[in-house]
């Protein structure tokens, strides 16, 4: 399994847009295709630190997320969407360890 993580903030003004966006193209765009494991989505809790969102999404392998990205329905969502949005910066994640308690 691998985790594919992007951190954004949304553009100034752009505020309503982007919530249109979440129930229309962006309604969930990952869900959608197979590979997919689970998504996670998270809000900074501090008003105005950098990014505001951080999406976690979980894929069986790296292949997965190639098609995905290589998708055009993605693309077209992906185009919309940093339209509205700025700072955008991902990463590719494999577990190393984990502790629960």
């Known amino acids: 399994m691998i985790t594919f993580e992007y951190r954004f903030d949304i553009l100034p003004g ?3 847009e982007y919530q249109k966006y979440l ?3 962006g309604k969930d765009i990952w869900l959608r295709f197979s ?4 998504v996670r989505i998270y809000q900074s809790m501090l008003g105005g630190s950098s ?6 999404v ?6 997965a997320l190639e098609k995905i ?3 055009p329905e993605f693309r077209k969502a992906k185009e ?3 339209g509205l949005v700025t700072n955008v910066t991902d990463s590719l994640l ?4 984990e502790q629960k308690r």
């Not at 590979?35 to 689970?38: A, L, N």
């Not at 990014?51 to 976690?56: F, L, W």
Request: aromatic share 4%; no cysteine; proline share 3%.
């Open 80 to 82: 919309t969407f940093h």
């Open 69 to 71: 990205l290589a998708s």
């Open 35 to 38: 590979g997919v494991r689970s």
């Open 58 to 63: 979980d894929l069986d392998n790296l292949a």
């Open 23 to 25: 129930a229309r193209a």
């Open 51 to 56: 990014p505001q969102r951080v999406v976690q």
């Open 94 to 97: 494999t577990l190393v360890s």
């Open 14 to 16: 752009k505020g309503k």
